[in-house]
DNA sequence: CGATTTTGACCCGCGC
DNA sequence: GCGCGGGTCAAAATCG
């Protein structure tokens, strides 16, 4: 077809990652990353920055204050300066005097913007910093109401729901619902996702969910988070009137092709033209299987058209080919750990928090949170050479990325099928609980040298394969063939 | 002819 | 209540 060989004409073209020829590839992102300003995605500011640097520039350049405003400020004056400086001296007091007060002007509004960003993070910091406190004193007075009311039930039980809450974004917020008296508005000011109360509802008054119940949940009530077995207790207090709204995991990357082949088959449903991008966001569904409720949004990126920016959303309800799988597992830990790092006790993840509020406004954009958009969003940029990601260079931090590849795939995964003692687990604290899952499995990937190359190998092997090789294909990157993705993750993937 | 894409209409949530 | 924007639907068009 015409669109798979435009596909495999961009994979060939080198303009990807491809997961044998990381080196050459690392240099290439690294001059497009000295080339570009590696802020993308925040950039209230940038405006300012860029008419600094050019004022800047231009000062080094031609050795005079006398131009650079000009460029900065329309003021006709470039007639007389750029092309010689010798009409510059019939009229130099006057332009000087402008220009100086222009160029105080600027420099207040620079440190204006210096200001204004410092506020920023600051707020962005102090935001997390309530979030955490207020969820863990919520998960303290719920753990201990949880642990009363259901003193008779398994030891599974917790592990389960602390399971589902490390990898279910919408089940994140289970104990902070727990305590009807403070559920609704406090959680949902608090928590990243809002609507993660409804499944949460679903999941606490009645039985223990198998895992099944709990994927089947999230895969298939896509759209329908009415849809839940475990509301009938109360019907009038339902959460059907809280929208449904699911983890995002943004990953950006470069990419002269349309689409990226990620080991799904896809039907456009929709496109539309996205409010200050001047490229059209297109919707894709999942047609696997029938039903399937898995959506992705392609756009490129509007200051940089060659960045393609795909988001998937939901869990495919269908057996996945190895590629597929191992993308979505990928995205799905992603998605995990944007989930980990914003609903869990300050102490147990501080160092999440730290690394997305660290990371968020500035070069790190590999990962990067927005809980300001209605889903809770992690932005993975692949634009960069993944042996820059900064998180990766701190491997003994538990803020490290737990991309599932390989081994840990599949416990990062499928929390619930594989681990073989919930009972161990279930005897600590949720909040240490679920820090401690993280902190083992970052530990453990982070802990492998090989780790950078095995990400980008496994993403550049997914994006790289062509569609034909689907299901059949699975590039050393063991996954597991249906193995069911993050519940409600949504996911965003970039080629590069 | 079936599958896919296109595209305008429609729905829904949100802010004013 | 209204307008806006994001997301989805579905009929028509297109493709292989």
Redesign the pocket.
């Known amino acids: ?3 798979q060989g435009r596909e495999l004409e961009f994979l060939h073209s080198g303009d990807f990652l491809r997961h044998d020829s990381g080196a050459s590839d690392q240099v290439k992102d690294n001059t497009v990353d000295l080339r570009k300003p590696i802020l993308k995605e925040v950039d209230f500011f940038s405006s300012s920055e860029k008419t600094d640097r050019l004022t800047r520039t231009q000062e080094t350049k031609n050795g005079s204050s006398s131009t650079p405003v000009v460029d900065v400020v329309n003021t006709g004056l470039n007639i007389h300066t750029p092309s010689s400086g010798i009409s510059k001296t019939a009229n130099d007091d006057k332009p000087k005097t402008e220009l100086s007060m222009l160029e105080t002007e600027l420099d207040r509004v620079h440190n204006e913007n210096k200001r204004l960003k410092s506020m920023l993070d600051q707020v962005t910091r102090s935001y997390k910093d309530l979030q955490a406190q207020l969820l863990m004193a919520m998960q303290k007075q719920a753990h201990g109401n949880r642990e009363k009311q259901r003193g008779d039930q398994s030891g599974n039980s917790s592990f389960i729901m602390s399971a589902q809450q490390l990898m279910d974004p919408r089940s994140s917020a289970t104990l902070d619902v727990s305590d009807p008296s403070i559920s609704d508005e406090k959680t949902q000011e608090v928590s990243a996702s809002p609507t993660q109360t409804a499944d949460v509802m679903s999941q606490i008054p009645g039985k223990q969910p198998s895992v099944e119940d709990c994927l089947d949940q999230t895969s298939q009530s896509s ?1 329908s988070p009415k849809s839940s077995k475990l509301d009938q207790g109360k019907p009038g207090e339902q959460v059907p ?1 809280i ?1 449904l709204r699911k983890a995002r995991v943004s990953v950006r990357a470069r990419s002269e092709a349309p689409l990226i082949s990620d080991g799904c ?12 991008n001047p490229c059209p ?5 999942c ?1 696997m299987a029938v039903g399937c409720p898995v ?1 992705k ?1 392609v756009q490129r990126c509007a200051e940089d058209k060659n960045i393609l920016i795909t988001t998937y ?1 939901g869990n495919h309800s269908h057996p996945l080919p190895p590629t597929a799988t191992a993308m979505a597992n990928t995205t799905s830990a992603a998605a995990a750990m944007l989930l980990s790092g914003s609903t869990t006790s300050k102490e147990s993840l501080s160092p999440h928090n730290n690394f997305f509020s660290n990371s968020l406004p500035y070069a790190s954009t590999m990962a990067t949170l927005s809980a300001s958009a ?1 889903f809770p969003t992690i932005t993975l940029d692949l634009t960069h050479s993944p042996n820059s990601m900064p998180f990766l260079r701190v491997p003994q931090s538990p803020a490290t990325f737990p991309l599932p590849l390989h081994g840990c795939s599949q416990f990062l995964g499928h929390p619930m099928y594989v681990s073989p003692k919930p009972q161990a687990i279930s005897t600590v604290p949720l909040g240490q609980r679920h820090a401690s899952i993280m902190e083992t499995v970052t530990a453990a990937i982070a802990s492998d040298p090989k780790f950078n190359e095995a990400l980008a190998a496994a993403i550049s092997s997914i994006v790289g394969a062509p569609r034909s090789s689907d299901g059949a294909n699975n590039n050393g990157v063991s996954a597991l063939v249906g193995s069911p993705q993050l519940p409600q993750s949504c996911t965003t993937f970039s080629t590069n």
């Open positions: 077809m015409e669109k759209g009137e929208p088959q896809w039907r456009k449903y929709g496109q539309k033209m996205a409010k200050g966001r297109a919707y894709y569904r047609t959506r949004q959303e209605p």
